[in-house]
C-alpha cells in the first residue's frame, strides 16, 4: 500500500552563497580572480608603501572560496601566494627564497589558511541550514495535507455513523425486542471502523501491499467472529489507491465478509472465503467477494432488500462511484466495479 502522504523525492538545495555553475568554472574564476588581483597590486604599487605584497590577493581568495567554494579558493590561493612571491615579495621577478621572504610567505599561509577554513565551514553550516529549511517545508506541507485529509475523513466518518445510527434506529422501531443487539452490531461496526483506520493511519504500514493489507484485516474478522473453520483467501495484484478510496473500500470488505460469516456458513461447516482485485480499463477495477456457501436465495431482489448490511455496501459502493452486483457462482459472488482515482463523494445521510 503506498501512501500520499509518503515522502516525495526532494532537489537539493542549492550551496549558501554559492553561485550556481558548472565546477569547471570555479577553477576559471579563481584563474580569472588571481589575474585581477596581480594587476591591481601592480597598479598600485607606485601608490601602496612597502610591505604589502598581499594587500589584493586576500579579497581574491576570499571572494573566490565564498562564491565558488572550497577547490577553486586553494587554487586561488597557491597561485596569489605564487604570484606575489614572484612580483611583489624580495627580487622582483624571482622565486628567490630567504628568511624575510619565508617568514612572510608563511604569515599569508596562515592567512589565507583561516580564511579558507572558517568561509568553508560557514558555506557547510548554510548548506544544512538550507536541507533542513527545505526538509522542514516538506514536512510542513506532508502535515497540513494530512490535517485536510484527516479533517475529510473525520467528516466522511461522522456521516457514515449517523446513517449507520439512522438505520438502527428505524431497525428498533420495527422490533423493539432486538434493541441490544442492534446496539451490540452498530457498536461492532463502529469497532471495525476504528480498527480500520489505526491500521490506515500507522506509519509503519505505509508501504505494506493493499493485498496483505486486506488479508491481515480478514484474519482480524475471523478471529473476532471466532469462526476458525473458515479461510480467507486474498488475491491482489500490485494496485495503488488513495487513502479515502481503501479506507473506504475496507469497509466495504469488511461489511460483505462479515455478512459472510453470518450467513454463508454453518457453525461447524468449513468454507472459504475469497477476496480479489484486477485492473481494469480506463482507470477502474473490479473487486469480487466470493465465498463457497449456499449462494443467493432465489427470492433475493438487490432493489428490495432491507438488509442494514446491504444498505451499507449499497452506500460504501456510491461512495467509490461504484457498481455493486450479486450473483451465484458456486456460492454468493459480490463485485463492485469503481474507479481508482477520482475523490470519494460523501456517503448520503439515511432518511
Same mark, same amino acid.
Given at each position: 500500500?503506498?501512501?500520499?502522504?509518503?515522502?516525495?523525492?526532494?532537489?537539493?538545495?542549492?550551496?549558501?552563497?554559492?553561485?550556481?555553475?558548472?565546477?569547471?568554472?570555479?577553477?576559471?574564476?579563481?584563474?580569472?580572480?588571481?589575474?585581477?588581483?596581480?594587476?591591481?597590486?601592480?597598479?598600485?604599487?607606485?601608490?601602496?608603501?612597502?610591505?604589502?605584497?598581499?594587500?589584493?590577493?586576500?579579497?581574491?581568495?576570499?571572494?573566490?572560496?565564498?562564491?565558488?567554494?572550497?577547490?577553486?579558493?586553494?587554487?586561488?590561493?597557491?597561485?596569489?601566494?605564487?604570484?606575489?612571491?614572484?612580483?611583489?615579495?624580495?627580487?622582483?621577478?624571482?622565486? !628567490? /627564497? &630567504? +628568511?624575510?621572504?619565508?617568514?612572510?610567505?608563511?604569515?599569508?599561509?596562515?592567512?589565507?589558511? @583561516?580564511?579558507?577554513? *572558517?568561509?568553508?565551514?560557514?558555506?557547510?553550516?548554510?548548506?544544512?541550514?538550507?536541507?533542513?529549511?527545505?526538509?522542514?517545508?516538506?514536512?510542513?506541507?506532508?502535515?497540513?495535507?494530512?490535517?485536510?485529509?484527516?479533517?475529510?475523513?473525520?467528516?466522511?466518518?461522522?456521516?457514515?455513523?449517523?446513517?449507520?445510527?439512522?438505520?438502527?434506529?428505524?431497525?428498533?422501531?420495527?422490533?423493539?425486542?432486538?434493541?441490544?443487539?442492534?446496539?451490540?452490531?452498530?457498536?461492532?461496526?463502529?469497532?471495525?471502523?476504528?480498527?480500520?483506520?489505526?491500521?490506515?493511519?500507522?506509519?509503519?504500514?505505509?508501504?505494506?501491499?493493499?493485498?496483505?493489507?486486506?488479508?491481515?484485516?480478514?484474519?482480524? !474478522? /475471523? &478471529? +473476532?467472529?471466532?469462526?476458525?473453520?473458515?479461510?480467507?483467501?486474498?488475491?491482489?495484484?500490485? @494496485?495503488?489507491?488513495? *487513502?479515502?478510496?481503501?479506507?473506504?473500500?475496507?469497509?466495504?470488505?469488511?461489511?460483505?465478509?462479515?455478512?459472510?460469516?453470518?450467513?454463508?456458513?454453518?457453525?461447524?461447516?468449513?468454507?472459504?472465503?475469497?477476496?480479489?482485485?484486477?485492473?481494469?480499463?480506463?482507470?477502474?477495477?473490479?473487486?469480487?467477494?466470493?465465498?463457497?456457501?449456499?449462494?443467493?436465495?432465489?427470492?433475493?431482489?438487490?432493489?428490495?432488500?432491507?438488509?442494514?448490511?446491504?444498505?451499507?455496501?449499497?452506500?460504501?459502493?456510491?461512495?467509490?462511484?461504484?457498481?455493486?452486483?450479486?450473483?451465484?457462482?458456486?456460492?454468493?459472488?459480490?463485485?463492485?466495479?469503481?474507479?481508482?482515482?477520482?475523490?470519494?463523494?460523501?456517503?448520503? +445521510?439515511?432518511?
Amino acid at each position: 500500500m503506498s501512501s500520499p502522504l509518503a515522502p516525495r523525492p526532494r532537489a537539493s538545495a542549492p550551496a549558501a552563497g554559492r553561485l550556481p555553475v558548472p565546477p569547471w568554472f570555479g577553477d576559471i574564476a579563481a584563474l580569472g580572480a588571481t589575474g585581477m588581483a596581480i594587476a591591481l597590486r601592480q597598479a598600485l604599487d607606485d601608490v601602496l608603501p612597502p610591505g604589502f605584497p598581499f594587500l589584493t590577493f586576500f579579497p581574491a581568495v576570499i571572494l573566490t572560496t565564498f562564491f565558488f567554494g572550497l577547490r577553486p579558493g586553494i587554487l586561488c590561493a597557491v597561485l596569489s601566494g605564487l604570484a606575489a612571491w614572484y612580483f611583489f615579495i624580495g627580487q622582483a621577478d624571482t622565486f !628567490l /627564497l &630567504d +628568511a624575510p621572504t619565508g617568514l612572510a610567505l608563511g604569515f599569508y599561509a596562515f592567512i589565507v589558511t @583561516v580564511d579558507i577554513a *572558517l568561509i568553508h565551514l560557514m558555506r557547510v553550516a548554510g548548506e544544512r541550514l538550507s536541507a533542513e529549511r527545505a526538509v522542514s517545508a516538506e514536512l510542513y506541507e506532508q502535515q497540513r495535507t494530512m490535517f485536510q485529509e484527516l479533517q475529510h475523513r473525520v467528516a466522511n466518518n461522522m456521516q457514515f455513523v449517523a446513517a449507520l445510527l439512522a438505520l438502527q434506529k428505524r431497525k428498533v422501531a420495527e422490533n423493539p425486542q432486538a434493541a441490544i443487539g442492534v446496539f451490540d452490531e452498530a457498536q461492532a461496526r463502529l469497532e471495525t471502523i476504528a480498527r480500520i483506520h489505526r491500521r490506515l493511519y500507522d506509519p509503519a504500514r505505509a508501504d505494506q501491499p493493499i493485498g496483505q493489507y486486506l488479508q491481515e484485516l480478514c484474519s482480524d !474478522l /475471523l &478471529d +473476532a467472529t471466532g469462526a476458525r473453520n473458515i479461510v480467507c483467501l486474498v488475491d491482489v495484484p500490485p @494496485v495503488r489507491l488513495d *487513502l479515502p478510496r481503501l479506507t473506504t473500500l475496507s469497509l466495504l470488505v469488511v461489511e460483505v465478509v462479515t455478512n459472510a460469516l453470518k450467513h454463508a456458513f454453518r457453525e461447524s461447516e468449513r468454507g472459504t472465503i475469497t477476496i480479489r482485485l484486477e485492473a481494469l480499463a480506463a482507470g477502474q477495477a473490479a473487486l469480487s467477494i466470493a465465498d463457497d456457501g449456499p449462494g443467493i436465495p432465489a427470492s433475493f431482489d438487490p432493489a428490495r432488500s432491507r438488509s442494514l448490511g446491504f444498505r451499507i455496501v449499497q452506500g460504501l459502493a456510491t461512495q467509490l462511484d461504484g457498481t455493486l452486483t450479486y450473483a451465484n457462482d458456486g456460492g454468493t459472488v459480490v463485485r463492485l466495479v469503481f474507479a481508482t482515482s477520482s475523490t470519494p463523494a460523501p456517503m448520503p +445521510a439515511a432518511a
